[in-house]
């Protein structure tokens, strides 16, 4: 239902701590990350018209940007996506923008999963040694409030015993 890259991280984890499989999980990033692409995808594609016509003035596109756009996919479609898709601020963009000139949909869907499977694997990974990090840091906390506690104990009686014994032989 949501997807992005910091429910992927969320995913990985809890994937370190047990509570998914980091295979299935994977798989399911990807898929929800593909599928919200070509969502993206679809909107540029089958709203061209709308974004052509009356919509464009309003988001400053002319028929002049369009053709451009059109042109540059043509030319650098492959490498637009990836870079588009890897670099998360203008990712949605470059989908509309793909679906906007037509990028044939089995290229789209080619150059997609080329850059989502590395990212969500990355990201997926990182979650999961953070989650790892977390536990292991979890122990060390422990060892380090164990270690207060014993502090305050010894302080406490460092300073109060001394004080009481010190009253009984006034």
Known sequence: MFEGPIVTIIAGFLASQGYVSPFLVYLIVVAGDVTGDCVWYAAGRWGRRGISGRWGKYLGITPER???IEKHFERHSGKTLVIGKLTHAVGSLVLVGA???RVRPRRFILYNLAATLPKSLALLIF?????????QAGNVLNYLALGMVAVTVLAAMTY???RRFARQFR
Do not use: N, Q
């Open 99 to 101: 679906g906007v000139a």
């Open 66 to 68: 369009l053709l451009r």
């Open 127 to 135: 979650g999961y040694y953070f989650g790892k990090a977390y536990g």
């Open 160 to 162: 109060l015993i001394p």
